[in-house]
């Protein structure tokens, strides 16, 4: 089983819509979780850190779900520019991050 | 500015040629990485270092090399050993045990 794992997707959404999705992480130890934005060709960036249940901030609310081992994204109101790969990452033992391979959104407008 | 430079953008080398990927940052953060990225497969650890003098190997070191002989400079070899080395390499840094990587805008390295 990967270490951690993200739908590829590509999800295609209309403008405006909410998009959510979500990411599986095979350590119970994982300290911290975070998502990531990368747009073609481009670095990652990061996009919200969420460090205990969960993280807002304006149309993006990452949560987190120990019990199941998984963390979410969701994305309210989606713009053209929220077209772009997200990354999920977990932090093991504190030296390294670990990456999804990420989901590659799409919002049609 | 701060930030992290990474160079050349583009390289590209004929089979069985070592190359060198600079990365270079001012953001004076202790640990610095490098990952690979190929098309559907994330980004991979090949290297990692948390203090000057010394780094650890991350899940596909083989056919690589780095050094860490400044806090600013972590460069990354890409040897002969190394039988897939077309792919987008990604430096990056952070402050000490945080997961919150800086990236460089990466290199692009094609073999011939």
């Known amino acids: 089983r990967k270490e951690v794992e993200q739908d590829p997707g590509p999800f295609n959404v209309p403008e405006g819509a909410t998009v959510a999705f979500n990411c599986t992480y095979s350590n119970s130890a994982s300290q911290s979780f975070f998502w990531y934005r990368q747009d073609c060709r481009k670095e990652p960036k990061l996009l919200m850190s969420?460090?205990?249940s969960g993280n807002e901030d304006g149309r993006f609310t990452a949560q987190l779900n120990r019990a199941s081992q998984y963390i979410s994204l969701l994305i309210r109101d989606s713009k053209l520019s929220d077209s772009a790969t997200y990354l999920c990452?977990?932090?093991?033992?504190?030296?390294?991050?670990?990456f999804g391979t990420g989901t590659r959104l799409t919002i049609i407008p | 500015d701060g930030g992290i430079t990474q160079s050349p953008k583009y390289l590209f080398r004929k089979e069985g040629q070592n190359v060198t990927l600079s990365c270079e940052q001012n953001l004076n953060h202790d640990a610095m990485y490098w990952y690979r990225q190929d098309p559907g497969q994330g980004l991979r650890l090949i290297y990692y270092?948390?203090?000057?003098?010394?780094?650890q190997k991350g899940d596909i070191a083989e056919g690589y090399s780095v050094s860490r002989e400044k806090k600013e400079s972590f460069p990354l070899t890409v040897t002969s050993a190394q039988k897939n080395p077309t792919a987008f390499y990604l430096c990056a840094t952070t402050v000490q045990n945080t997961g919150e990587l800086f990236f460089g805008e990466g290199s692009r390295l094609t073999v011939l």
């Open positions: 969420v460090y205990s």
């Open positions: 990452a977990t932090f093991f033992g504190n030296e390294k991050l670990t």
């Open positions: 270092s948390q203090i000057v003098n010394d780094f």
